[in-house]
């Protein structure tokens, strides 16, 4: 298994909604990440986990949380969204000190 | 702060041609990592190829090579043999300290028949 899945595919979701984000690896990586992507825009960097652990959160509003519940999983949790945050939101996976990392296909998340 | 720049907002090619996509960045750092990813309409990112700052010698992968300029802080990407299937949006990344990844603001290559 060579994969991120990434699910639901798309999503739209209330501002007053809670919903989760699911990402899913089996390649033995111990890194993940969380990236967010506008249209016609580089994806920016969201959440960094290693070994489980965040060590990377850059300044990303509280209305997002992540959550890695075990070394294939990584979830992210969305509550009281706005619509400009409206995306695409990127899992990758690599190895600690292996660069370069796997994605996903991502999850286009609308809030309406 | 890394920043990472790519002037070419769209690029075209016709099939079998050669098109070479530029990027350069600034970076304070000895020791990083650069990588081209490739973007095409079903979102997923997918690594093209990538280069160590230590090593001098130009990364190469089938049809896709770099021209890493080190001093100058370039890093294009050249690809030979265009194919309709390389149509995609391709972006330049800088990558330090293992996690921390850096895109730019990507290139749209057209591929003509």
């Known amino acids: 298994d060579t994969e991120v899945t990434q699910t639901p595919k798309h999503l739209v979701m209330g501002m007053t909604n809670k919903k989760s984000l699911k990402c899913e690896q089996h390649m033995g990586h111990r890194a993940m990440y969380w990236y967010k992507q506008k249209a016609k825009k580089p994806p920016e960097l969201m959440f960094v986990y290693s070994y489980e652990k965040l060590s990377i959160n850059e300044s990303v509003p509280s209305r997002f949380s992540p959550e890695c519940p075990n070394s294939s999983l990584l979830n992210l949790h969305l509550h009281a969204l706005q619509p400009e945050d409206s995306a695409l939101y990127l899992c990758?996976?690599?190895?600690?000190?292996?660069?370069?990392?796997?994605f996903g296909s991502g999850t286009r998340l609308t809030v309406v | 702060a890394q920043t990472v720049t790519q002037s070419q907002p769209e690029m075209s090619v016709q099939e079998a041609e050669t098109v070479t996509l530029s990027c350069t960045y600034d970076?304070?750092?000895?020791?990083?990592?650069l990588f081209w990813y490739k973007q095409p309409p079903s979102r997923q990112m997918i690594l093209v190829i990538r280069q160590e700052a230590y090593k001098q010698q130009n990364a190469t992968e089938n049809r896709f090579s770099v021209n890493f300029q080190k001093a100058a802080k370039s890093f294009s990407l050249k690809i030979s043999d265009s194919q309709l299937g390389d149509a995609a949006m391709y972006f330049c990344a800088y990558l330090y300290n293992n996690n921390d990844m850096r895109f730019g603001a990507g290139t749209r290559l057209t591929v003509k028949p």
């Open positions: 990758a996976s690599s190895r600690i000190g292996i660069l370069g990392s796997t």
């Open positions: 970076t304070s750092e000895s020791d990083y990592y």
